[in-house]
């Protein structure tokens, strides 16, 4: 026991003396919960729109004026005539145009319809989509203007309420992602690239024919990277409550716990990376590489698992992230405690188990 | 020039040899482009909806039929009081709360209104608002239907205006996320592939001690950095090559503009994620240093680059950060040629500022790797 104590500080001071590293250990989630934070959002500002306005009359006049003032939008280009579109949507400077038709005005008294076309480049359609539902509820309004209050059907009318998050904040959605994504890839990495740096460098068999027991020597290889994940988590939360106003609705205790356990899952991962590398290199690339893009895209940090394949929805279960960020909203947003999220528990425990386990058969494979 | 050929052929027998990398170079990035590309969707479909109907009439049930029958919403469960509901969405098993009270049917046939609640978990608030913008739908539409059912001839007499608006949908009428995602992943998993073989390739030898057996060698600075740097290249447009060839097969991702442009851009590009590499090697002393401010900096990109939202909607400042991520160049130019079909005109404020980057990180490279030795 004193031995590994012993070898633990050993590992800690070697840690610790590497300013740069330290720096950017601590920096880098500071730096990157503040950019996302406040840069990272689906919502839909300023999005600059074309005019082609053939009729040029006193209500499509109207029309742009009331686009232009919403916050949505601003008028970018306006363009003469149909060919111009084109042009303008190659060098991607406008998202949509709103062409209105000849005699708009006119139309609109004598025909009682005036057409307008609203063109989006489609190319990314989620904007494209809120694009046009945006536009179509603004003419909406103008719409119910121009009628007045005359002629009313049966109606009903729909009371919403939005739970857990009322003002539909992006930030309360994204930090638990980014949180998640953070400890995950540090934790495998860190792990993985730290035992592999001794394999590569030939140190790892001196400390296997010391007295220490293999397994000792992964543990306190392990130690001190739990350790600086945990002050990791610490700042991320503190940074999400007092700079973003992240609520922490259910149990300190709970999430306390719940992180621990993801940093230990997340570090058994790059236990068992390390068993399969041999060079920092593979190390990082199988970490790094091999870990990221699944990490941020199954684990619904951005995009809803229920609109994917099934056959993603299944291999999304795999993924560890998936089940902290269900852990991590429960505990922050809903204020559920164990009851609600025994099973997401239960199955990091499990993955943390299975991979221990694993790594512990490779390692005696290795030596033998 | 003979010097150059045989590092290069010293760095790609290296890379060749490592059999336990080549798997990883090759088939992780495009296996990952093949899977990932079908996670990557904004589409919210597949809504677990429930409802507590505390009227039961004829009409409550022919709202609740306006969900089933939409395809966005997968009807679960009939709660028979709110409280019970509301525990269903905190545990995950519903997504939206339709109640109906239970006077609906009765208020709207005397008062000719009557109210619903909707509860929506909003955790998702991007996902929430389309949901919401859903429902709204569905219910004016059935305002709608039983307003021409049940209203008098007086609603007729005075046909109201109406603005009508056609949307259209340009480059991608079907609104298919793939085609949109798969480009911009392809460009992700190109760059962190270069930048962190690159990136860790010479700080490597920095750290085992190799580096200055090189340095007493006759080669020149530029030679060895060149034969370093090549291979990487090379490879970084050998993948471009095989991720474009699987979109085209496997996505069926059109290429409506020209290929050689794509080449181009490329080209310059990768120079510019390779100066970065090696200036990152330059600045460490061991490969764990070299990865940390790899992944830093890539996890920045990644997320800055408007491959997975909007550039547009991020605040003035975020805006003005992208201007230094060389990776949402390359999303908005691969898309744009590939998708729209934009020329060489078009794309060249991209092209110039992306070159003008390669020059500057390569010239900080080599001058910075001087300064070290």
Known sequence: MKR?????????YHIFR??????ILFGMPIAQILLFGFAITNEINNVEIGILDKSKDNETLKIINKINASQYFTIGNVVENENEIESVFRKGEVKAFLVFEKGFAENLHSLSIGKIQVITDATEPNTANTIVNYIQSIIGHYQQELNGTTGKGVQINIETRMFYNPELKSVFNFLPGVMTVILMLVSA??????????????????????????????????????????????VILILGITVFGMPIEGSLVLLAFETVLFIITALSLGILISTIAETQQAAMMISLMGLML????????????SSMPEILQYISHIIPAKWFIIILKGIMLKGVGLMYLWKETLILIIMAVFLIGLSIKKYKIRLE | M??????????????????????????????????????????????KFSYVDHDRSSTSRALIENFEGSPYFDVLHSFPSHSLAYEAMEKGKTD?????????HTRLIREQEAGVGVYINAIDGSKAGVESVYINKIISNFNRNISTTTAGFNQLQNKPLEVLNVPSFWYNNTLNYKIFMVPGILVLLVTMLTLFLSGMNIVREKEIGTLEQINVTPIKKYQFIIGKLFPFWALGLLIMTIGLLISRIIFAVPIVGSIPLIYLFTSVYLLVVLGMGL????????????MFIAWFFVVIFILMSGLFTPIESMPDWA???????????????????????????DILPQLSIISGYALVMNALAVWSYKKTN
């Not at chain 1, 590497?18 to 720096?23: H, Y």
């Not at chain 1, 460098?201 to 290889?221: A, D, R």
């Not at chain 2, 495009?30 to 899977?35: F, T, Y």
Request: a positive charge; glycine letters at 4%; zero cysteines.
């Open chain 2, 319 to 345: 805006q003005k950060i992208t201007i230094l991520n060389p990776i949402r160049y390359f999303v908005e130019i691969i898309r744009m040629v590939m998708l729209k079909g934009s020329g060489f005109k």
């Open chain 2, 279 to 290: 200036l990152i090697s330059n600045y460490t002393d061991t490969q764990q240093q070299a």
């Open chain 2, 96 to 104: 939206v709360i339709l109640e109906i009270p239970s006077n609906f």
């Open chain 1, 4 to 12: 590994f104590i012993g070898f633990v500080k050993k590992e800690f």
């Open chain 1, 18 to 23: 590497d300013k740069r590293s330290m720096f």
């Open chain 2, 2 to 47: 003979k010097t150059i050929s045989y590092i290069i052929q010293k760095e790609f027998r290296q890379i060749f040899r490592n059999k336990g990398m080549l798997p990883i170079i090759f088939v992780l990035p495009l296996l990952q482009l093949i899977i990932l590309s079908n996670a990557a969707t904004f589409d919210i479909e597949n809504i």
């Open chain 1, 189 to 234: 990495m860190m792990t993985s690239i730290s035992i592999t740096r001794e394999k590569e460098l030939g140190t790892m068999e001196i400390l296997l024919v010391s007295p220490l027991k293999p397994f000792q020597v992964v543990l306190g290889k392990v130690f001190p990277y739990i350790f600086l994940s945990i002050i990791n988590a610490l």
């Open chain 1, 294 to 305: 699944p990490v941020i895209l199954l684990s619904e940090f951005i995009f809803p698992i």
